[in-house]
């Protein structure tokens, strides 16, 4: 087994993706479920000044996610950000790194099937009761394209992004000409208070970088390939939320946030008739889309995970670059329906997923940033987006404040491993 001081593995790859495929993942894990609802919620709370929202979230998202892609590009590895924490804090940093993710970011899961049965059920108008069969299907198609492997779920991927970018630019460019310039006054009807609210609720809509670390080892040529594929996503996902909002800004104006779902209002303002077939076809996209993404990552760091010692042995095939990691999938997949069924158990309220998922976010996020500030070589490009992206990440750890209890719980429990595995070679 495994120590606390093992060696991280050698930065070599025989991956298969290549920039189309990893420009696709990147998107997908970024440009995901607030398409559908924070252009009409950050409307409501700034105004047309939701506009300087997102271009201030679009300049802080660049150092966090120009320090994954450095980390990923020098250190290819499927454990991901863990990796990072091992070589900079040691394995039980790295192992409760390993664990915010795999058990803590996993209940985003039942938020993306609910979130998904929701909306298919309100724009095709069928009854509620069908939410939770629509949800638990959801899961499955991700899950069985990943099972294939990872080239086949990029290649997947790149279908699904081109068509969700291509189902946006229609609505955009339907709704742009349609705008009215007087929506756009007064600026900043709520104050720069306003800005602030939006700014927060527009952070989670660029979370998701980390996904392409658990994926690194997979491409051809991670030190050329992750660069371009962070900056191409950067720049796609960037213009669509801020060509979103001028959208649904110029066309609903203060009537943006009063639907539930306000893409449907916009899509049925500028296409009458059509606005649900558009909306259903973006939700389904979207919320299979992530899924997808985030499951390649889920597959390797369970794996690799596994070959650490940090999770039972019987998980660790498919651990090595071009590997399908099949078994550690299919606990993903357990863990993903477990977590819908409680969900669903306790009324369908995704408020504690989503709470769950988003502080274990953070965790990660700071640990990384942390580690990137110890291993990568002082003075640099990627240590000075490191610092920022450290000081950024501990704001949003204050934030964060009693909703780091389950981030705290999953720390406990690798701190009892180490304590066991130092306990047993005591003995």
Request: contains cysteine.
């Amino acid at each position: 087994m495994t120590t606390d001081a093992a060696p991280a593995r050698a930065e070599t790859t025989h991956g298969r993706l290549g920039l189309a495929q990893g420009v696709a993942l990147y998107i997908a894990s970024v440009l995901g479920t607030g398409l559908l609802v924070l252009p009409g919620l950050a409307a409501e709370v700034a105004g047309p000044a939701s506009l300087v929202s997102v271009a201030i979230v679009i300049l802080l998202a660049v150092p966090l996610a120009g320090t994954f892609a450095v980390l990923s590009a020098r250190y290819p590895d499927p454990c991901g950000v863990a990796s990072y924490v091992r070589r900079a804090l040691g394995g039980t940093a790295a192992r409760a790194t390993g664990y915010w993710f795999y058990f803590g970011v996993a209940a985003g899961f039942p938020v993306l099937a609910i979130l998904g049965g929701e909306y298919i059920t309100a724009v095709t108008g069928a009854d509620r009761i069908a939410v939770p069969i629509i949800a638990f299907a959801i899961l499955v198609p991700p899950f069985a394209v990943n099972m294939l492997g990872l080239r086949t779920a990029g290649w997947v991927q790149f279908v699904l992004t081109g068509l969700l970018i291509g189902i946006v630019v229609l609505v955009v460019s339907a709704a742009l000409p349609a705008s009215d310039a007087s929506r756009f006054t007064p600026f900043l009807p709520y104050g720069w208070g306003g800005v602030g609210t939006a700014v927060s609720l527009f952070v989670w809509a660029f979370a998701g970088w980390e996904v392409g670390t658990h994926i690194s080892g997979e491409f051809r040529d991670p030190r050329r390939t992750i660069p371009a594929a962070t900056a191409i996503a950067l720049v796609v996902t960037g213009v669509a939320y801020l060509l979103l909002q001028v959208a649904t800004v110029g066309v609903l104006g203060d009537a943006a946030g009063d639907s539930a779902v306000p893409l449907l209002a916009l899509a049925d303002a500028v296409a009458p008739g059509t606005g649900p077939i558009i909306v259903g076809a973006v939700a389904g996209i979207v919320i299979v889309g992530v899924a997808n993404s985030y499951l390649a990552a889920f597959g390797k760091l369970g794996a690799s995970l596994a070959v650490t010692g940090d999770l039972p042995r019987w998980l660790a095939p498919g651990a090595e670059a071009g590997g399908v990691p099949r078994r550690a999938l299919l606990l993903t997949f357990a863990i993903a329906l477990a977590y819908t069924a409680i969900a669903f158990a306790a009324g369908g309220d995704t408020g504690a997923f989503i709470l769950i998922h988003t502080s274990n976010m953070v965790a990660i996020y700071t640990a990384g940033m942390i580690a990137a500030l110890l291993i990568l070589p002082r003075g640099t490009a990627g240590w000075w987006m490191a610092l920022v992206a450290a000081i950024l990440s501990a704001g949003l750890l204050v934030l964060a404040g009693a909703n780091l209890l389950p981030a705290a719980l999953l720390a406990a429990a690798a701190i009892a491993v180490t304590a066991w595995r130092r306990l047993r070679r005591s003995r």
